[in-house]
């Protein structure tokens, strides 16, 4: 009868073998948060429209007694419009929701490319939005950002870098919007 042979696993190979098996785990687990933030903010991208892009100098501009160069520091969302654009009209009171809710944590700058300011006022009428206004009568401001199409929005950062553009309208005060801002404020974004 054969005798059985009892094998004896050295403590060394032990205790590096624990210690594999711990590492592995950690890593997993990081790899797994860190993929579920990046299908979140991808997710959140999505559902609000965010183009993300390659952080370009926002170029600055002076209309109306504002400049984009005196909200260094700040956020700043920058949106293009008209009155007499059916989107943009639809989308100002959720982008006057979003001005309030945030109030001196992200600046919301519009800027109208009407012909008119006449027609700006009336649009208003004569209340004051809880954004800036801004004229831009002879599209300057809107063809140095490349704006073809309105409403076109614009997120940029306090170091006035263009990080995020949004073509079209926007639900601005949406669930979805503001744990997007959220995350831009908290310096979980850009």
């Known amino acids: 009868m054969k005798s059985a042979k009892v094998f004896i696993v050295p403590h060394w190979t032990k205790v590096v073998f624990f210690w594999f098996a711990a590492a592995l785990v950690v890593w997993v687990?990081?790899?797994q948060i860190n993929k579920r933030l990046t299908y979140?903010?991808?997710y959140l991208d999505n559902l609000i429209g965010a183009s993300s892009v390659a952080p370009v100098s926002a170029p600055d501009f002076h209309?109306?007694?504002i400049s984009l160069r005196q909200f260094a520091?700040?956020?700043?969302?920058?949106?293009f419009w008209a009155t007499w654009c059916p989107p943009c009209r639809k989308e100002?009171?959720?982008?006057?929701?979003?001005?309030?809710?945030?109030?001196d944590r992200l600046?919301?700058?519009?800027?109208?490319?009407?012909?008119?300011?006449?027609?700006v006022r009336q649009f208003f009428k004569q209340r004051q939005p809880l954004f800036h206004v801004a004229w831009d009568k002879e599209k300057?401001?809107?063809?140095?950002?490349?704006?073809g199409k309105y409403p076109e929005t614009f997120l940029i950062?306090?170091?006035?870098?263009?990080v995020a553009r949004f073509s079209g309208p926007r639900e601005w005060y949406g669930k979805e919007a503001i744990t997007y801002f959220d995350d831009v404020l908290a310096g979980k974004r850009y």
């Not at 600046?107 to 027609?119: C, I, W």
């Open 73 to 79: 520091g700040k956020w700043v969302l920058l949106n």
């Open 107 to 119: 600046t919301v700058v519009t800027v109208s490319v009407d012909d008119d300011y006449n027609q």
């Open 40 to 42: 979140r903010r991808l």
């Open 29 to 31: 687990l990081g790899y």
């Open 157 to 162: 950062s306090p170091s006035q870098k263009i």
């Open 140 to 147: 300057a401001a809107s063809r140095a950002f490349g704006v």
């Open 63 to 65: 209309l109306s007694g």
């Open 92 to 103: 100002m009171p959720s982008l006057e929701q979003l001005s309030g809710h945030f109030q």
